[in-house]
């Protein structure tokens, strides 16, 4: 019985790469991939899945929830709250750009720029506040704009992602080049994210399970306890990367922007969760 299950998600996924490459339909593409886990995982909820590896691994989630007990991410929340709340050069808060105190920012990112047509990502709308009010950007992979990113996430924790489907032509081109990252193959080792955390999603690796990628940005940035700090969803990417053999483009390039951008497509209307916890 496993083994059949196995080969029909196998072909339930080696069909979804082929139809999701065919033709964009956001729609579609989002039942497809989710069909794909399903098949895999009978027993979730679509909203499980933005647990991540916690969702497909019970003894994991038992350690998962001891440490939640006293989170290892808390200081991050409690910095970038005070970030958020510390004034810019021209007397203003990020509360001009992020009402109510940041809550349900993070479940509206990413988005297309309506002006440029550019995904914006919360990182870049936290910068473009930052320099309509005089301030300096801040670096994307540094400990302030992870703050940031935590205390954002946290204010916006059981809200549902809500990011409308693509439909002009600017966001339908950042969409299929999301799309088109996720299933090409690459680097040394010849594989595409959806090789490991579609088809191979639950086996292990170094003793971790491959993950899934519904709703993977909903947790994100997370607190590594293998990296004693917070990491971002793009420098998770550029992990992946690295794990390939390939060359990783840089964070918040417009390449694993376009990748976000995709997934959160396929999580949308899923919980925030942020920040999350990873091992």
């Known amino acids: ?21 065919a033709a964009a339909d956001p729609a579609a593409d989002r039942a497809a991939f989710r069909a794909a886990y399903a098949e895999r995982f009978p027993q979730l909820a679509p909203a499980d899945y933005v647990l991540g590896a916690y969702a497909i691994d019970a003894g994991l989630k038992r350690q998962w929830e001891d440490l939640n007990e006293f989170p290892p991410y808390e200081f991050a929340i409690d910095e970038g709250r005070a970030a958020f709340a510390a004034p810019l050069p021209d007397g203003a808060t990020l509360e001009a750009c992020f009402p ?24 870049r709308a936290v910068n473009a506040c930052r320099i309509a009010h005089g301030a300096r950007e801040l670096a994307v992979e ?89 990491g971002t969803l793009h420098a998770r990417f550029e992990g992946c990367y690295e794990q390939t053999g390939a060359e990783a483009p840089a964070a918040q390039s417009e390449e694993l922007s376009d990748l976000e951008y995709f997934l959160a497509v396929m999580a949308n209307g899923l919980p925030i969760v942020a920040p999350g916890l990873h091992r």
Not at 2 to 13: D, F, K
Not at 158 to 165: E, G, K, N, T
Not at 172 to 187: I, M, P, S
Request: charged letters at 15%; hydrophobic letters at 45%.
């Open 142 to 230: 540094g400990a302030p704009m992870k703050a940031l990113l935590a205390y954002l996430g946290f204010v916006a924790r059981d809200q549902p992602l809500a990011i409308a489907d693509p439909a002009t032509p600017a966001a339908l081109r950042h969409y299929e080049a999301g799309r088109a990252l996720f299933y090409t193959k690459r680097g040394q080792r010849n594989f595409s994210c959806a090789d490991c955390h579609v088809t191979a999603v639950g086996h292990h690796l170094r003793e971790q399970p491959l993950m899934p990628l519904l709703g993977v940005g909903n947790h994100y940035p997370v607190y590594g306890l293998s990296w004693g700090g917070m």
């Open 100 to 123: 109510n105190a940041g809550a349900g920012a993070a479940a509206r990112f990413p988005r297309i720029d309506a002006d440029g047509g550019e995904v914006t990502t919360l990182s």
């Open 1 to 21: 019985m496993r083994s059949t299950r196995r080969s029909s998600a196998l072909v339930c996924c080696g069909l979804l790469a082929c139809a999701l490459i």
